[in-house]
């Protein structure tokens, strides 16, 4: 695709359950951000993917929150037991390699945890 | 509390020359950037400038860096309904990759 693509646009889930979310690089690109963005704030990181490793990961807030990007692509971020806080937006980027100064921004995923 | 730092809020007219202010913590930053994010939207990145310029200028959008003060502004020049949106200032520090964003200054652009 021409953009980053992030799926789904919306998930609504209940306290303590499992999620993941989506995100489809644009195509080549070797790095791979994921941020979350609350309600009224700017977009605080998460991790970061450089390929297929997660070269920093010290963003995620706590052990409930994981990412992959087994083959170097697309990233799925997955959450468990899922809280009340976790509710946000969470957007993913992704630039031409970890050196490339330019993110490219998804439209992101709305999270809701009921 | 948050390493960048900007205003909450701006109103102008149309026509007028919007002034968006950031400061941020880490003198050791290499770029700084411009976000712009309308509602429902992903964050659109309008303009960065390289840490070792004072000034940047495309088109309508001027960006000023003070290093000393660790001040980075945002112009807009002939500013539109069409510019209404929450504008975030970003950095990049030194050790790492990952952006560290500003808590966003809400423009809003008067007919």
């Known amino acids: 695709g021409a953009g980053v693509s992030q799926t789904p646009s919306n998930k609504v889930t209940e306290k303590g359950k499992y999620v993941e979310l989506r995100c489809d690089p644009i195509?080549?690109?070797?790095?791979l951000y994921w941020y979350r963005q609350s309600l009224g704030q700017g977009p605080e990181f998460l991790i970061y993917?450089?390929?297929?490793?997660?070269?920093?990961d010290s963003g995620l807030p706590n052990d409930r929150f994981f990412a992959v990007r087994p083959e170097g692509s697309v990233s799925t971020l997955k959450i468990q037991r899922t809280e009340r806080g976790d509710s946000a937006v969470y957007l993913c980027?992704?630039?031409?390699?970890?050196?490339?100064?330019?993110?490219?921004f998804g439209p992101g995923t709305r999270l809701t945890v009921l | 509390g948050e390493d960048v730092e900007q205003s909450l809020f701006l109103s102008v007219r149309e026509g007028d020359s919007s002034v968006i202010n950031c400061t941020y913590t880490?003198?050791?930053?290499?770029?700084l950037y411009w976000y712009k994010q309308e509602p429902g939207a992903g964050l659109q990145l309008l303009t960065y400038?390289?840490?070792?310029?004072d000034m940047k200028q495309d088109q309508r959008l001027t960006v000023l860096l003070n290093k000393k003060d660790k001040h980075l502004s945002l112009r807009i020049a002939d500013t539109q309904t069409g510019d209404s949106a929450i504008y975030f200032c970003?950095?990049?520090?030194?050790?790492?990759?990952?952006?560290?964003f500003g808590g966003g200054t809400r423009l809003m652009v008067k007919p």
């Open positions: 980027a992704s630039s031409e390699t970890s050196a490339d100064n330019e993110q490219f």
């Open positions: 195509s080549g690109h070797t790095a």
């Open positions: 993917f450089q390929g297929t490793g997660a070269a920093d």
């Open positions: 880490d003198s050791s930053s290499t770029y």
């Open positions: 400038i390289f840490s070792n310029m």
């Open positions: 970003a950095e990049i520090p030194n050790a790492g990759n990952m952006l560290t």
